[in-house]
Structures are given as structure tokens and as C-alpha cells.
């Protein structure tokens, strides 16, 4: 049987997306979601709790995302969950896990981004009974 590496995130974007472009010419993003969790305690009363989810997204999805959202857009963002090794500059290593990115959906409205309601809309130019169906 295969194992499942797959992780759903809806959250807000906590600061603006810088697109970086890598030695080889890839581009890449990095960028932590906050995924809220809200309850009531055992005396009712209402506890906020936020997640930071750290997320890279490469290429072209790297672009879309750099373009079309700002701090506070809320998303949905679907990845692998990658843990890789690093140093300090004191040597110290140090692991870091992340989501890699690989699909999302953008569920806040920005004025400049197309929604799908630009690629549903009636033709108007022909009149409805003379289409052939």
C-alpha cells in the first residue's frame, strides 16, 4: 500500500509575498499562512489560537501567488509537508518543516485578479434562438 503526504490549509497570508528568482532561474516563494482555531474553553469562554503554517511554492505557481495576493488574503493551499536541514551561522543545525505547495485557491476578492464569474458570462452578440441547440 502507498502512503499519503497531503496537507489542507485555509488560512490568511501574514505578510506580503516576495517572488524570488534562484540562481538556475527558478522562481520560488515563501510565506507562512495563519490557520485560525477558535473555542470555548470548559467555562465558555472564547479561546483564539493561530497557527503559522510556513508554505514554498515554485514556478508558476510561485508567480500567480506573488501577483495576486496581499497581506490578510485568505487562502486555500494543498501541498506535500517537507522537513529539510539547515545551519546557523553559529554551525548549529536546525530543521525546519514546511508545506511545498502545489495547489490553491484564492477565497478573498482582489480588484485586479479574475474571478469566475469573467469567464461566465452570456454572449450577447447573437441572439438565443438562433443558436443551434
Not at 38 to 52: C, H, I, P, R
Amino acid at each position: 500500500m502507498k502512503s499519503l503526504n497531503k496537507c489542507q490549509f485555509i488560512g490568511n497570508l501574514g505578510k506580503e509575498i516576495e517572488l524570488i528568482t534562484i540562481e538556475n532561474g527558478d522562481k520560488v516563494v515563501a510565506f507562512s499562512l495563519a490557520a485560525n482555531d477558535d473555542y470555548k474553553d470548559k467555562n465558555g469562554a472564547l479561546v483564539k489560537q493561530t497557527e503559522w503554517i510556513r508554505c514554498v511554492a515554485w514556478g508558476k505557481v510561485a508567480e500567480i501567488l506573488a501577483k495576486y495576493t496581499e497581506t490578510g488574503s485568505k487562502l486555500y493551499i494543498e501541498g506535500k509537508l517537507k522537513t529539510r536541514a539547515y545551519n546557523d551561522a553559529h554551525g548549529v543545525k536546525h530543521y525546519v518543516s514546511e508545506i511545498n505547495v502545489r495547489d490553491f485557491l484564492f477565497l478573498s476578492k482582489i480588484e485586479d485578479r479574475p474571478t469566475p464569474e469573467d469567464y461566465n458570462r452570456e454572449v450577447d452578440d447573437q441572439p438565443k434562438e438562433d443558436l443551434p441547440f
